[in-house]
């Protein structure tokens, strides 16, 4: 009998299914890889499982027997506990106050210290998870935080540790470690569900892993039995009606975006672009392949203007611009539609038109000396509405009354209401119906013919396979593989995604 | 008692504070006001059938007479719309129902009369809720609460003097009321006008006793500009610091108004601004021709009153017509967006922090020279921190700062006379105005029921959009 069986559990949110009747088992003693592209259902359904979501329908046997999870610390009573991924710890206080808090040990009614650290001193030897138990966390680094989170588990005996992908903070060196932990931790009987995106960690550690895509279970598989290209194609396949491959229009001798050779690090300062060098030419569509988190966000923030190389150079219509700003670049023909379009796209409580006017407001016709003129901004929204066909009340609505579809054709609009030299278009059909998929690959199509030349950045292989004139895989931060459409298989992609460029070159 | 009360027209206001006049009018007029409100938003809005919109009629009249009716017109205004086509409730402002897409067909022009409608109802209300909050607590303490709020309402509005009062004491937070209200719009949490304010006044003071040889309208020019540049550098501080260095404004400027407060007093304490033989901490008078004319007889209302509804005007349009107002409220909605988008955030931030701090000044310079005529120490009574709750009252829009102003003016000048004809103590001024901002603050108004409701109509809607 299965260990854990959560059965036909499904959750709405307003306007998305997060999760569609999925039925997910895990074995005692195992690790189990939960997989899936953002916005799949992983976490929702593991918060379900916490106790910090209720589920819609759908039911939840512990050994068998049901049981009702209705806030997270029932889930501890009965042995499942989460380490989030952002972890949940209080900065001020020491290593073993955060793993003790709200379960310390008392002598009467004072908090019996010495006890405490020995207890989490003890912890932490057995199961090789080096911490100073007297250490401030603030002193920490990401790797040690996260032992003190597993820590925390383990003090309050967890059986089912839920890991929120638990190596995105990570350096190499930290992920390794974790790992023996993992299988330290498995080996004494206990059973983990690790969440994650990143495949190579999938093989690596993992037993079974079960993938969803868009709230549905794809199904579950066995690590040794499968290949990661597999997994991969279960996680981005979609079944969709692509638009047929049509004539090239590229310039080969055009380049209109050179990237030579940039270096960038992330957020932490960890390197997150090694050495990245392409050229898009005037008229191609260029698809950048990849499974997420393996530095597409740095590129196109660093191709935009908000992330600036470490090296390297970047490189408009002949124009270096590796050191001028977002307004500069876009003034001189750029233009991006951004991976998350509720946040980076739109300003979902302001206007339409507004948002409509962001890029341009700046000179004539739609300001003049400072001042906006408030006919113009009215007639280019009303003829953006009328061209990208909005369905919309009026200019004057806010975006956030919008559905998805039609928020993106707002964000379309804006981007290319004049055609541009160079198009970053980031996951632009993400959590599109397939009205809307079509219209935006429609107009990537359009403006290939007017000669803009586009990177195309998606997890979507069909996608991809399907615009793109040629395609790039990115691996850790660097470009793995750059097939011609024709060489281009969801096999061979799939590899290099997977980081195993030498099995994928032709035989 | 000495002093002569002037009985108002007081069913005009609220017919429950009866008083001269015929009661009975008042309460026909407010029911009148009250039903036709309400069954007309019933009809409008919910679809309801005639018989909703009689009961709506009742409800509104019933209301009225409660001198509750602006309470209606809010409760009323957020019933949820109802779909023609399926049926479905849904928010009052969806466009479209979240059941069968039918789009609405509300004409955009209803849509901005029923907001400004349901906005008008939200300051209105928000105001009665404080004052019926503070008239019982008075009754609880054993005062007669009705003939305090007519003792506040007489000196508040009374005669043509007290109205006078009123509007003197509504122009320095008018001024830092719009200062407020364009750093919260830009989403800067800027409580530092108060510190601006007194750099602000400073500065004026010192060029109205300095360059006495100056006429009278070149050195009162003078004496406005500086002080507002003296207000707009001072905001710049906390401006930078959270623009080039992500430092809290919130922290810096609260801050920054002590730095403020006690180094203007040190200027006329001991400084180089100490007159000698001055019992008070004050610097010297500015000079006779700087001196604003006064607009009324008997009253200090003077013409900085005038210069503050030029300045509202003045913010209206730079909010809503310039370039530098668009950026600011793109800032303020999506900062994130605003970046990605090419907008400089920090030069807005700036911008934004000169203007405000800008505006202080404006509220400073304005004080010493129409109505103290000298820098005194620690001369603000929290115009600062009043307009604060001025710009939260009226939703960060200039229009709404205007009337959060008037009817706080009113308030402040009517409650200092309160304790000569009851035995209420000025405190009782404090309480309301700080039940204002406690009804402010939980924004009962729209915020409290449509989040409930939404929850509920988001879980009705998920299975269609499922199915689809």
Not at chain 1, 238 to 265: F, G, K, N, Y
Request: proline share 4%; charged share 20%.
């Amino acid at each position: 009998m299965a260990y854990l069986k959560m059965a036909g559990i499904t959750k709405y949110f307003p306007g998305v299914v997060a999760n569609s009747s999925v039925d997910f088992e895990v074995e005692e003693g195992e690790i189990h890889a939960l997989v899936g592209e953002n916005g799949a259902g992983k976490s929702t359904l593991m918060k379900i499982l916490y106790g910090m979501e209720k589920s819609d329908a759908g039911e939840i046997f512990l050994h068998g027997q049901p049981v009702t999870i209705t806030n997270p610390q029932a889930a501890i009573k009965l042995g499942i506990d989460m380490v989030h991924q952002h972890f949940e710890l209080v900065p001020s206080l020491t290593v073993a106050e955060n793993v003790t808090l709200g379960y310390e040990p008392r002598r009467g009614p004072f908090v019996d210290r010495q006890t405490m650290v020995e207890r989490v001193r003890r912890l932490s030897e057995q199961f090789g998870l080096q911490v100073d138990p007297g250490a401030r966390v603030s002193s920490l680094s990401v790797g040690a935080q996260q032992r003190v989170e597993i820590l925390k588990l383990l003090y309050r005996d967890a059986r089912l540790l839920i890991l929120d992908e638990p190596s995105a903070v990570l350096t190499p060196q930290e992920v390794d470690d974790l790992f023996e932990v993992l299988r330290r931790l498995v080996a004494e009987g206990r059973t983990a569900i690790f969440i994650t995106h990143k495949l190579r960690e999938v093989m690596a550690i993992c037993h079974r892993a079960t993938v969803l895509r868009a709230g549905r279970v794809i199904g579950t598989v066995r690590v040794t039995e499968t290949q990661p290209e597999t997994i991969a194609q279960m996680m981005v396949g979609r079944d969709l009606e692509m638009p047929r491959r049509q004539t090239s229009h590229a310039t080969p001798d055009r380049p209109r975006l050179i990237v030579c050779d940039v270096h960038a690090a992330d957020d932490r300062g960890l390197p997150a672009l090694r050495g990245i060098s392409f050229a898009v030419n005037a008229g191609e569509i260029a698809g950048l392949a990849g499974v997420e988190g393996n530095g597409q966000t740095e590129l196109i923030q660093t191709l935009v203007g908000l992330r600036f190389p470490e090296r390297g150079d970047l490189v408009l219509d002949g124009r270096t611009i590796t050191r001028e700003r977002n307004r500069t670049r876009r003034e001189h023909g750029l233009a991006v539609i951004p991976e998350d379009r509720n946040h980076q796209g739109l300003s979902l409580p302001s206007a339409l038109s507004e948002n409509l006017i962001a890029t341009r407001y700046q000179g004539a016709p739609f300001s003049r000396w400072g001042v906006l003129v408030p006919g113009e901004i009215r007639r280019f929204a009303q003829r953006a509405i009328r061209d990208f066909d909005v369905r919309v009340r009026g200019p004057n609505v806010a975006v956030k009354t919008l559905s998805g579809g039609n928020a993106q054709k707002v964000v379309i609009a804006r981007e290319l209401a004049q055609p541009p030299a160079v198009l970053i278009a980031a996951q632009p059909t993400r959590g599109l119906d397939v009205g809307a998929t079509q219209f935006v690959h429609n107009e990537l199509l359009r403006l290939r013919e007017q000669q803009t030349a586009i990177l195309l950045i998606s997890a979507d292989l069909d996608e991809l396979l399907a615009l793109s004139d040629r395609l790039l895989v990115i691996f850790e931060g660097a470009l793995v593989g750059e097939l011609d459409r024709s060489q281009a298989t969801r096999e061979r992609l799939g590899l290099l995604m997977a980081g195993r460029a030498g099995e994928a070159a032709p035989a | 008692m000495a002093t002569q009360r002037t009985p108002l027209p007081y069913w005009l206001i609220a017919p429950i504070l009866r008083g001269s006049g015929d009661v009975w009018i008042g309460i026909a007029l407010w029911i009148a006001i009250g039903a036709l409100v309400t069954a007309a938003l019933m009809r409008a809005r919910h679809r309801a059938a005639w018989r909703g919109a009689l009961l709506g009629a009742v409800l509104g009249g019933v209301g009225g007479a409660l001198l509750l009716a602006p309470l209606w017109f809010g409760l009323v205004s957020l019933l949820d719309k109802r779909c023609a086509h399926c049926g479905t409730q849904t928010r009052p402002d969806a466009a479209t129902c979240p059941r069968c897409g039918h789009a609405f067909t509300e004409s955009p022009r209803l849509d901005a009369f029923v907001a400004a409608l349901v906005n008008l109802a939200r300051v209105v209300m928000t105001i009665e809720l404080a004052l019926l909050a503070g008239g019982i607590i008075l009754e609880l303490s054993g005062k007669d609460a009705l003939d305090t709020y007519r003792v506040l309402f007489e000196w508040g509005l009374g005669t043509p003097r007290a109205r006078a009062n009123s509007l003197l004491a509504a122009t320095p937070i008018i001024f830092t009321g719009l200062g407020t209200a364009i750093a919260f719009r830009a989403g800067i949490f800027n409580v530092g006008v108060e510190g601006s304010l007194y750099m602000g006044a400073l500065l004026a003071a010192w060029i109205g006793f300095t360059f006495t040889d100056l006429p009278a309208l070149p050195l009162i020019a003078l004496a406005f500009v500086a002080g507002a540049l003296a207000g707009g550098l001072w905001g710049l501080v906390p401006g930078y610091l959270k623009a080039r260095l992500r430092v809290d404004e919130v922290v810096t400027t609260i801050m920054l108004n002590y730095v403020a407060i006690e180094f203007t007093s040190y200027m006329v304490q001991s400084g180089p601004f100490f007159v000698p033989g001055m019992a008070n901490a004050m610097s010297k008078t500015i000079a006779k021709q700087a001196q604003l004319p006064q607009l009324v007889e008997r009253s200090q209302l003077n013409a900085s009153f005038i210069l503050a509804l030029v300045t509202v005007v003045a913010i209206m349009i730079l909010m809503s017509r310039t370039r530098l107002g668009f950026e600011a409220r793109m800032v303020g909605d999506n900062p994130l967006f605003a970046r990605w988008s090419g907008i400089m955030v920090g030069r807005t931030i700036l911008l934004v922090m000169f203007v405000s701090g800008l505006l202080g000044g404006l509220a400073g310079a304005g004080q010493v020279l129409g109505v103290h005529y000298n820098f005194t120490a620690r001369f603000s009574r929290g115009f600062g921190f009043d307009g604060i709750t001025i710009a939260l009252l009226g939703r960060n829009s200039p229009v709404g700062v205007l009337i959060g102003a008037l009817l706080f003016g009113a308030l402040r000048s009517g409650g200092t006379t309160i304790e000569v004809f009851t035995d209420v103590p000025i405190d009782l001024v404090d309480i309301v105005q700080a039940l204002i901002i406690f009804f402010v603050a939980i924004d009962l108004n729209l915020d409290f029921l449509s989040r409930r409701r939404r929850a509920k109509t988001d879980r009705d809607a998920a299975p269609a959009s499922a199915a689809a």
